[in-house]
């Protein structure tokens, strides 16, 4: 158990429509890290956030955006879905100013699949 | 449909057997490279990570070697059982942009143990 929750844990939606992921981030963390797993593949960092602003990002449009709170809880919302947008969204959290491996946390994800 | 499996390279090992598992990375500027471990509808599970000041580091059944020269880490589990099967990934710690703690992963490695 790594402290950080994601839901939902699996979900549908059709092209075109909107979607929101949570994350609660492990206790003491206050930087949240959005990351893409098609099948088959390594995760793609999405982007970051620390104290609720974006600070860093990745190669995606930006109809991908999120926030986050001032409990360092975060969202990941998805516009104007499309079919390729169908993978495992996993958050991870961390202590900003760590960066050994140990130090990040991921969740278990939440499986969309856009139809 | 098509499986994780007919995308990943897969290593096959005899319960018991030693096993290693290789990476190429392409950056000589990340701080620490990590392994991961990740089973089936879960999250990436943080295995062992080493500083790139290093060449070996050793963990509880597994030991991490990073040749700087060539760019390359491996993973080596000793006495693999049946519980190591999954998929693995190495990955990166990259600061890109004001982000902290980003990960850039590499192509993952299916772990098959016989029994």
């Known amino acids: 158990e790594t402290g950080v929750t994601q839901s939902p844990t699996h979900l549908i939606k059709t092209r075109g429509q909107q979607v929101t992921l949570r994350c609660s981030s492990q206790?003491?963390?206050?930087?949240v890290s959005w990351y893409q797993q098609a099948l088959g593949q390594g995760p793609q960092f999405i982007f970051q956030?620390?104290?609720?602003?974006?600070?860093g990002r990745g190669n995606f449009p930006p109809r991908f955006s999120g926030l986050q709170f001032p409990n360092y809880s975060s969202e990941l919302n998805v516009n104007a879905l499309e079919l390729d947008d169908s993978a495992l969204y996993l958050c991870?959290?961390?202590?900003?100013?760590?960066?050994?491996?140990?130090?990040?946390?991921f969740g278990e994800g939440s499986w969309l699949t856009v139809v | 449909g098509e499986s994780v499996g007919l995308h990943l390279p897969t290593l096959s090992v005899q319960e018991g057997d030693n096993s290693i598992i290789n990476c190429a990375y392409s950056n000589s500027a990340s701080d620490y490279f990590i392994w991961y471990k990740q089973e089936s509808g879960k999250g990436p599970q943080f295995i062992i990570d080493i500083r790139s000041n290093m060449d070996k580091r050793q963990g509880q059944r597994v030991t991490v070697l990073l040749n700087k020269t060539v760019k390359h880490l491996s993973l080596q589990i000793a006495a693999t059982q049946p519980g190591d099967s999954a998929v693995y990934f190495c990955a990166e710690i990259r600061r890109y942009g004001g982000a902290t703690n980003k990960l850039i992963f590499g192509t993952g490695t299916l772990l098959a143990v016989q029994p």
């Open positions: 206790s003491g963390h206050n930087t």
């Open positions: 991870a959290s961390s202590l900003a100013g760590t960066s050994s491996g140990n130090t990040i946390y």
């Open positions: 956030y620390y104290r609720e602003e974006e600070n």
